[in-house]
């Protein structure tokens, strides 16, 4: 099983960033899959989650409206379309699939920061 999370930068309050998660080693298609972030000194936390099939989406309430996760099932990797980007939206993001694995890769980095 791998998990290798993509795409995070340093970007300006407003900006924008699509992370990605290419996944490996299981029937990618058959679990629905999360991205999860680990703010600097704090928890891990629940950001978005996908179906499968990619038709159904829930969002944490902080991130609603400004982020969207979608699937490419032929590619087995998940996206995060971030906008609106805030500085609290800086952390490491992960992704996994539901339910979670014990097994987390090494994340992305995230800064929002003018």
């Known amino acids: 099983v791998q998990l290798v999370e993509s795409g995070g930068a340093v970007v300006q309050p407003g900006g924008s960033l699509r992370l990605s998660c290419a996944a490996s080693g299981f029937a990618f298609r058959s679990y629905d899959m999360s991205w999860y972030r680990q703010p600097p000194g704090k928890g891990r936390e629940f950001v978005a989650r996908?179906?499968?099939?990619?038709?159904?989406?829930n969002y944490a309430d902080s991130v609603k409206g400004r982020f969207t996760i979608s699937r490419d099932n032929a590619k087995n990797t998940v996206y995060l379309q971030m906008n609106s980007l805030k500085p609290e939206d800086t952390a490491v993001y992960y992704c996994n699939r539901v339910p979670s694995m014990s097994y987390w890769g090494q994340g992305t980095q995230v800064t929002v920061s003018s």
């Open positions: 996908v179906s499968g099939g990619g038709g159904t989406t």
